[in-house]
């Protein structure tokens, strides 16, 4: 069981802090707000998507992954921006795209900063789903101003970017990765694709074959804007849809953010995914909000790593190792389906003292159990 100290310190980070890794600066002018996919190459270098140009780090023949920002309060001012550079426990930085591009990827980051910088997590989620929630569709420029706007609600301006940016795709690979509350900007623009794909407005291979959902926050309580429906049950929803259609979807929870009085722990749509706890152990016990960035570096730097042992629970205290794999980001779209369809979650084992996966092993629970793996190392 997790301490009461414990749950109190994450429910204040999870309500006041800024959830930003290592980031770049944001290259907005201040006149609109700059929101949209940047595609990446290697060293941390970026370009936007513009529509009718050409971009040098897309193509459109090869598998692409985009991931998706949550709650940025006070990005703006502070002239920060998330990417792909990550700290390790020795405070070197580790590049989590570079191993994706060397194995043939598109990887990209969607932008709505400008628009999730707020004080209160509630009024950024409100964002995601309607354009009329406490404070509009109000964006934030550097200077720390607010400006109110019509834009479309972000969920839209994701889907409409993606459809846009993706008008030529000719692959059959996508994947999209959403962190803390861009777990439900992830889940909105799946299912948005899916449902226009089947109606026949959008290309059917537009549709993501996986989605990624790292430390996921929702908020508690029915919203107005969701017909009193939590935001939780609106993607518990969504993802019962996606699931039956056949699209990988991985959970990974790195804190307990989502059980804290101001969340929701949306155990019916953990039960629906391949379910990975992870025990960022290389960030300081305190650091709650490096625990919870650690789900997006923990799962974009495991790509380069071999698959992740898989261990079986003997005992208290008491694991073997067995055949097979654990779960990460470069498992297969059918081992995330089989993971899925399991009658288990996995809990990390080993190698939780660093960032690099290489020595990480995930001990396979029942999904219903209230025991809580003990890492050796």
């Keep these: ?77 502070n002239n920060k921006r998330e990417s792909f550079n990550f700290k390790d426990e020795n405070g070197n930085v580790v590049n989590g795209a570079d191993a994706w591009i060397d194995k043939g990827w598109n990887i990209g980051i969607f932008y709505w900063d400008m628009f999730s910088d707020e004080f209160s997590v509630t009024d950024a989620e409100a964002k995601i789903w309607s354009n009329n929630g406490p404070q509009k569709m109000r964006w934030r420029d550097h200077s720390g101003n607010y400006h109110y706007s019509d834009y479309k609600n972000a969920g839209e301006l994701f889907y409409d970017t993606y459809v846009q940016a993706m008008k030529n795709y000719k692959g059959n690979n996508i994947r999209i990765a959403g962190h803390s509350l861009g777990n439900q900007m992830a889940t909105y623009l799946t299912k948005r694709v899916y449902d226009a794909a089947d109606a026949g407005q959008i290309s059917k291979n537009l549709k993501p074959s996986r989605l990624a959902l790292l430390d996921p926050y929702w908020s508690n309580g029915g919203k107005s804007y969701l017909n009193n429906k939590w935001t939780g049950e609106a993607c518990r929803e969504y993802v019962k849809d996606l699931k039956s259609k056949g699209t990988a979807i991985e959970l990974y929870r790195s804190t307990y953010i989502d059980e804290t009085p101001a969340g ?18 290389f960030k300081n016990s305190f650091d709650i909000a490096g625990k919870h960035n650690a789900a997006v570096s923990i799962y974009f730097t495991s790509y380069s790593s071999p698959a992740p042992a898989l261990y079986n629970r003997d ?55 209230n025991v809580y793996v003990v890492p050796i190392n």
């Excluded at 309500?15 to 890794?21: E, G, M, V």
Aim: overall charge positive.
């Design 1 to 77: 069981m997790k301490t009461k100290v414990c749950k109190i310190c994450v429910f204040f980070i999870a309500c006041f802090s800024i959830f930003l890794i290592n980031g770049i600066q944001a290259k907005a002018a201040d006149l609109t707000p700059d929101y949209g996919i940047y595609w990446y190459g290697k060293g941390n270098v970026s370009e936007k998507f513009v529509p009718g140009q050409s971009n040098r780090y897309f193509d459109p023949t090869k598998p692409t992954i985009i991931y998706v920002h949550g709650w940025q309060k006070d990005s703006q001012p």
């Design 315 to 369: 005992g208290y205290k008491k694991y073997s190792k067995i055949a097979g794999n654990g779960p990460s980001a470069a498992s297969s779209d059918s081992e995330i389906k089989n993971f899925m369809n399991s009658n288990y979650i996995y809990d990390q084992y080993t190698g939780v003292y660093t960032l690099s996966s290489k020595d990480n092993g995930f001990a396979q629970m029942d999904r219903n159990t």
């Design 264 to 281: 929701d722990n949306n155990k019916g749509e953990l039960d629906q995914t391949a379910f990975v706890h992870l025990n960022a152990w």
